[in-house]
Every structure is written in C-alpha cells, then in structure tokens.
C-alpha cells in the first residue's frame, strides 16, 4: 500500500516528459496534395466567378429578308457638259436574304436606355441590269449590289416582367455598298464594279420572347439609310462614263436568338 504514491508520481513525471517532448518535435510539413483543402464552390458558381466580366452581355444571331431600293442617276462626263443620256433602267427594286451578328449589354441604371449594341448586317446580292445601260448607248451592264453595314445601336425595352418584350432602337454607323458587275461594248468586257463607304443610319422595332433564362428569340423590323454606290462604265473616247445611286434605303425583316451571359 506504500508503494502506491511513487506508482502515481512516476506516471504523472511519464505524462510530463512526453508533453514536454511533444512540444519540442517540430510539426511535419504535409505535402499540398496531402494537405486539408476548404470545400469547393458549386460548378454554377464557379463558373459565374471565372466568366464575371460578361455580366449583362449578350450575344444575336439574326437572319431574314430586306427589300433593297434606290434610283440612280448617269454621272458620266460628257462634251460640253451637256446634260448626259437617260438611263434604261435608273432603279433597283429587289429582294434578298439578309443576315449579320451583334454584340451588347443590357443596363438597368441608365434610365430609358435599356441596352447598346453593335450591330453588323449583311445583305447580299441585289441585281442591277440594264441593257443598254443608256439611251442610244452600246454599253450593256449587268452588276449586283451588296451592302455590309455596322450600326451601333440604342435600345429602349418595354419591360412589364413578362415573357414577351416590345423594343425600339435608333442606330448610326458606316455602310460598305459594293458593286460588282461587267459592261459589253463591240465585244469588249471590262469590269464595272466600285467599292462606296459612307455614313448609315437606321430605325427600327420588334419584339423579344425569353423562353430560358438567358435565350431569347426576336423579331424586328429596321428601315436604313445606306449611304450611296457607284458604277464605272466603259470611257466614250477620253470621257469617263459613270452611273451613281445617291441614297441606298433599306427595309429589313429579320428573326434570331440571343444568349445573355448573366
């Protein structure tokens, strides 16, 4: 029974010493794949983080039909400068497929502005022909006319927290109109085609339907005002011969889905 107090001192020096030392052992370092790693963050938040900058942004792809209509007039130099022969044909009038991108964002804090845009558009082929291409004339042309315009765009969305959005926009930009054709004369062909970059402008309103929460389809309607186009005809002697379109309008129905990032 004696013995007891020096059992219990013994453990108590044992359990001193073996803190002591534990204090004293310097702590392993794990390797990083070893090592504790916090919880990740859902895939959906992840991948919110990684692409933030995109907030509010959007993507369009649109395509349809335009109505391509302008009157053009013989700008050919001619002796004396007298007034130059009537043309046989002085219009285009034509239908074709249209088609283009654009880029934006929306905005909730600039008040009836609800999203800027820019906006690219092509339209293709737009026939020109006329046979001779003036009274009394030998020149035949036959030509297309094509049109690549980029707007940049306002939009005012009327929002009624409905799935189906009415809009209106206005736009200002610049128009590249192409000609691309040939003209006959005694069996002689050259080209006729010219390359008309000016100032465009366009109008327009339609209608988007958000059917997820970040696609929507849209309608919309635009009227342009594509700047002017040019034809180089065959020279009469040393007289250059040449017909111009001043103003190139456009009526365009187009339909196309959008993707906002966020």
């Known amino acids: 029974m004696k013995a007891t107090p020096i ?20 702590t392993p370092n794990l390797p990083d794949y070893m090592a504790q790693q916090p919880p990740k963050a859902p895939l959906n938040e992840r991948v919110k983080d990684a692409f933030g900058f995109l907030h509010n942004f959007y993507i369009t792809g649109r395509g349809g039909m335009t109505r391509v209509s302008t009157d053009i007039e013989n700008t050919s130099q001619t002796p004396g400068n007298i007034p130059a022969a009537p043309l046989t044909n002085n219009e285009i009038s034509e239908s074709t497929s249209a088609y283009g991108i654009a880029i934006g964002r929306a905005f909730t804090v600039l008040g009836p502005i609800s999203r800027l845009e ?23 042309l036959k030509s297309t006319l094509q049109t690549n315009t980029v707007l940049f765009k306002i939009y005012h969305d009327f929002d009624f927290d409905s799935p189906v959005i009415p809009y209106i926009f206005a736009g200002v930009g610049l128009s590249v ?31 988007r339907l958000r059917f997820l929460k970040r696609l929507y389809a849209d309608v919309g309607y635009q009227f342009a005002s594509l700047g002017k186009a040019e034809w180089t005809l065959q020279p009469s ?26």
Not at 118 to 140: I, M, R
């Open 177 to 207: 109109n192409k000609t691309d054709g040939t003209t006959t004369e005694a069996g002689v062909t050259k080209s006729a085609g010219e390359t008309t970059t000016g100032l465009a402008w366009g109008l327009g309103a339609g209608v």
């Open 118 to 140: 820019v906006d690219y558009l092509y339209a293709g082929d737009a026939d020109y022909n006329a046979n001779p291409a003036q009274n009394l004339g030998a020149q035949d």
């Open 7 to 26: 059992i219990v001192l013994s453990l108590a020096s044992a359990i001193s010493v073996s803190a002591f030392a534990a204090q004293q052992l310097p």
């Open 237 to 262: 002697g040393n007289l250059p011969q040449s017909l111009e379109a001043d103003a190139i309008y456009q009526n365009t129905v187009t339909g196309g889905l959008t993707f906002q990032f966020s």
